[in-house]
């Protein structure tokens, strides 16, 4: 089970590498003004997106389903875990909202500017922070 948890670990990390990089990307491709520059966002968010951000979020939550059903007797009689799934939640919701923006800029229908894109970027910090800290603390009430 520690190899499982190490993948996880690791899948996380990827993810979430992807999920604060992609946003970033986006400020830059709302501030581009020529159309090469447009074309070679929309390259490199794909490829983030479909070649490293996707995979590791399908690989997280397939290796943290294993993990919970493992323990499940355990993991769910605490409230910690009901509030990180929950967030967990938000964050594969985020996922989807950052595939949304990635086809509005593709499509040039982006309504967004790059600061609405900067507060966007920030919003994973406020997930992994939570959730990091109620699976390693495991807090009582």
């Known amino acids: 089970m520690l190899w499982v948890k190490a993948f996880h670990i690791i899948a996380v990390v990827t993810w979430f590498s992807g999920l604060f990089y992609l946003p970033r990307l986006f400020?830059?491709?709302?501030?581009?003004?020529?159309?090469?520059?447009?074309?070679?966002?929309?390259?490199?968010?794909?490829?983030l997106f479909w070649g490293i951000t996707t995979p590791s979020a399908v690989v997280t939550v397939v290796l943290g389903s294993w993990l919970?059903?493992?323990?499940?007797?355990?993991?769910?009689?605490?409230?910690?875990?009901h509030v990180k799934l929950a967030l967990v939640a938000v964050v594969v919701i985020y996922h989807f909202v950052c595939w949304h923006f990635m086809v509005t800029l593709r499509e040039q229908?982006?309504?967004?500017?790059?600061?609405?894109?900067?507060?966007?970027?920030?919003?994973?910090?406020?997930l992994l922070v939570p959730i990091i800290i109620?699976?390693?603390v495991k807090p009582t009430l």
């Not at 830059?28 to 490829?47: L, N, T």
């Not at 309504?111 to 919003?123: A, D, I, P, V």
């Open 27 to 47: 400020v830059y491709h709302a501030m581009s003004e020529d159309q090469v520059s447009k074309d070679r966002f929309v390259i490199m968010e794909s490829k």
């Open 68 to 81: 919970l059903l493992a323990n499940s007797g355990f993991f769910l009689a605490w409230w910690w875990m």
């Open 109 to 126: 229908t982006n309504q967004h500017s790059h600061r609405f894109f900067r507060l966007f970027n920030e919003l994973p910090v406020f």
């Open 134 to 136: 109620l699976i390693v």
